[in-house]
């Protein structure tokens, strides 16, 4: 009974034979024992010693088990982690080999779980017996920590973060707001109010605020400070509760902001122009002088220890006629920017008698023809020290206009309304309604003219997540006939929209449009 | 009818401590009670003699020795006046031999009866001749579930055989077919896998150790055809070479 193997090499064939076990008789294959697996089983009892009930704790509020003597696991019932967390807590399971374990059906609420084990030992002379037994888990409800103690007092927060930016505008916490969301800083905050100037950010844990501020200091220049409150104090074990309070100022100085430098700030940025427009702020703040088209980069410490705010802002912007733009005499780029400098013949909307000819460093964008936004100093009544030191010292007196971007607005009144295919998420805030300050409309504008903002401004989109609005139908009149058309975001820059957030996308819409 | 034995309280190995054959028994001198020797004697009084021994001053006489109805073969570790001991209390019939091999635990590698024997496939060409010659037997070189100890792993009579349990089928058809007797693979002793250990047996009784279980010694029974149960049974299955579900 030889059988050639493919390799060319006798192979015995081998058949087992079978003997009889010892014990019953009962033929069976020879195994090390000899005796057939019942008899071995009746022999020894591989799970004596093996603890077959046990007690766990559970908290019904967050649905975790307790594995002491502190950590608290969340499981799901009859998931692989509550499987992985019942064998853990098994004593003595080291001592035979776990081949298999699984759940055994239980009335959910029995408070009992059931697994059933597989082990295996070894036995006798060298036979490994493999036997299953079903261990018994008594379910205790118990309140965790941290759900005992939201239950006592659901305001419960042990840090907080008071962020502030004295501006009479909210444009700041409209990007700061997306960065967030984007970078999911304030995923672990427990409440977000919005107040009066600023926003309020209350967490858990002092690391957590911590970490937020952190983060903060990454995107926006900032001075803060952090005080604590004693809460309540153990006497036996000298433990302190605290209550711990991150005072964050940002920078008032925004984008596109006129300032006029305090003297010793511009002779040490290299006799910078005193007028200088900020173009860009993220952790530190970019000032370009529109006659030098020279930059100058101001970071958080730098900017505290001078302490300058704006002359004018975003706010007083007066619409210019752009009548001639004469060839640019000179070019630079400046943080990636392009700007040309030149003359323009411009006059403003409202008194278009009135003509003036400055210098400018939009050449690179302005044609004749175009409208403006930019600061009037000529008609202006700037209350702001520097300028007026400024004013008596410099001998031709200050520039009549600074233009500080092209305006789009003919453009967009062609374009039909609410016809933008993106949207933006917003955080799950609270409105302080308590001042009575806070004006729907106002805020409903300031919003239109952010997303106007990221619309125009590619780089200001660079940090955020905008995603794409599936109820946008592109309309055929929108047919762009003479030149240029209003700025709009490209399609690629949109991110689709999970559709795990279903529910979101609704409310989100009406978020667009409402306040916040 | 198989008997059950105890050497010395609770070894159940009483293969190692006798020999058993048609024609004398052995039974180790250095035992501590009077037990042992009166097991055998209960059964073998008179009929054939019993003969107490040791082998170079150690009790082990079992697998220190070979024997048949014709012969006996000792190791070089007996001493001259064991030999001559034996050689006066064993009938005339009966050649006491001893032989210088260097495999001289003979009783672990020499399985044989009346006609066959299997050796140690490393014995000596010498041995060989030896063992053909003073016991009477064919002399086949053999293993057995791929251990070479064929005396401890297989007890031979002249009606049957008993081979360790995990020797597989077509061996045992070609052990069956060198000792022309019929084989079964079986366990004694509670699933003890060394046969001879503790089993002792002639052609018409057979001692095992006290541990064996009812089964083991049923199958004993049978296949050393000690027990005329079936008749019919018996005479029609003689042909087969193999038989393996006794009970």
């Given amino acids: ?516 | 009818m198989a008997t059950r034995l105890q050497y010395d309280n609770n070894n159940c190995e009483i293969g190692v401590f006798s020999k058993l054959t048609n024609a004398y028994c052995l039974v180790s001198a250095t035992s501590a009670s009077a037990n042992f020797f009166t097991g055998y004697e209960s059964k073998l009084k008179g009929v054939i003699p019993i003969v107490t021994t040791s082998i170079g001053g150690s009790g082990t006489i079992g697998s220190l020795c070979v024997g048949n109805k014709n012969g006996l073969l000792l190791s070089h570790t007996i001493t001259d006046q064991e030999l001559q001991h034996l050689r006066d209390s064993l009938p005339d019939e009966v050649v006491v031999q001893r032989i210088e091999e260097p495999i001289c635990a003979l009783g672990n590698a020499i399985a044989c009866n009346d006609y066959v024997a299997l050796v140690h496939p490393k014995l000596e060409k010498d041995t060989e001749e030896i063992i053909s010659d003073v016991l009477g037997v064919e002399v086949y070189r053999q293993t057995i579930a791929n251990n070479e100890l064929v005396g401890s792993y297989c007890s031979l009579s002249n009606n049957g055989g008993m081979v360790h349990s995990n020797t597989n089928v077509e061996e045992m058809v070609e052990l069956a077919n060198l000792v022309q007797v019929p084989l079964v693979a079986g366990t004694v002793n509670r699933g003890s896998q060394v046969i001879s250990a503790g089993l002792t047996v002639n052609d018409w009784t057979a001692f095992c150790g006290s541990d064996t279980t009812a089964v083991e010694l049923s199958v004993v029974n049978n296949i050393f055809k000690l027990v005329q149960s079936q008749p019919d049974f018996v005479g029609s299955e003689m042909r087969k070479s193999l038989i393996d579900t006794y009970v």
């Avoid at chain 1, 007028?275 to 505290?304: E, G, H, M």
Wanted: glycine share 4%; charged share 30%.
């Fill in chain 1, 1 to 516: 009974m030889s059988v050639m193997d493919e390799s060319g090499m006798f192979n015995v064939q081998q058949t087992i034979g079978s003997v009889l076990c010892c014990k019953c008789g009962v033929p069976m294959a020879p195994n090390a024992a000899n005796m057939c697996v019942n008899c071995l089983r009746s022999e020894v009892d591989i799970t004596e010693g093996l603890q077959k009930s046990i007690q766990i704790f559970y908290c019904p509020e967050c649905t975790c088990y307790l594995q002491p003597p502190k950590t608290w696991i969340k499981c799901q019932w009859e998931s692989k982690e509550l499987l992985t967390f019942c064998i853990k807590r098994l004593k003595n399971l080291n001592k035979v080999k776990l081949k298999n374990a699984e759940f055994v059906w239980t009335e959910p609420h029995s408070k009992r779980i059931k697994v059933k084990l597989t082990v295996q030992a070894e036995v006798l002379n060298g036979a490994v017996l493999e036997q299953s037994y079903p261990v018994e888990y008594t379910v205790r409800d118990n309140l965790c920590e941290s759900c005992s103690r939201f239950q006592a007092n659901p305001d419960q927060w042990v840090a907080s973060v008071q962020l502030r930016q004295h501006v009479s505008h909210r444009r700041t916490f409209f990007y700061l707001e997306q960065l967030i969301l984007r970078h999911d800083a304030a995923s672990r905050a427990i409440r977000i109010q919005q107040v009066d100037q600023g926003i309020d950010f209350f967490f858990g844990n002092k690391s957590h605020a911590n970490s937020f501020v952190e983060f903060l200091r990454k995107v926006v220049p900032i001075e803060y400070r952090q005080d604590q409150q004693l809460v309540s104090h153990d006497v036996k074990s000298s433990l302190y509760n605290y209550k711990y309070t991150y005072s964050v100022k940002i920078c008032p100085v925004c984008r596109e902001d006129l300032v006029c430098l305090p003297s010793k700030v511009a002779s040490g940025l290299g006799n910078l122009g005193p007028l200088v427009v900020c173009t860009k702020v993220s952790d530190n703040i970019t000032l370009l002088d529109p006659r030098t088209l020279r930059c100058a980069f101001l970071d958080a410490r730098q900017y505290w220890r001078s302490g300058f705010r704006s002359a004018l802002t975003s706010r007083q912007l007066v619409k210019y006629f752009v009548f001639d733009v004469e060839p640019p005499v000179g070019e630079a780029t400046v943080g990636g920017q392009k700007y040309a400098l030149s003359y323009v013949q411009i006059a403003r909307e409202s008194d278009i008698g009135k003509m003036f000819y400055v210098q400018t460093h939009l050449g690179h964008i302005l044609k004749p023809g175009d409208q403006a936004l930019g600061y009037d100093i000529y008609g202006a009544n700037v209350n702001d020290n520097e300028m007026e030191k400024y004013r008596l010292s410099v001998k031709n007196g200050l520039p009549e206009a600074i233009l500080i971007k092209k305006c789009y607005e003919e453009q967009r009144e062609r374009k039909q309304k609410k016809s933008r295919n993106w949207k933006l998420k917003s955080l799950p805030m609270e409105m302080d309604d308590s001042r009575g300050r806070v004006d729907p409309e106002k805020t409903d504008k300031e919003y239109e003219e952010f997303l106007r903002d990221l619309e125009e401004n590619p780089e200001l989109r660079f940090n955020i997540s905008l995603y794409r609005d599936k109820d946008y139908q592109a309309s055929e009149t929108a047919s762009m006939t003479d030149g240029e058309g209003a700025p709009s975001v490209p399609i690629e820059e949109l991110l689709a929209d999970l559709d795990l957030s279903f529910e979101e996308e609704d409310d989100d819409d009406e978020d667009d449009m409402a306040a916040e």
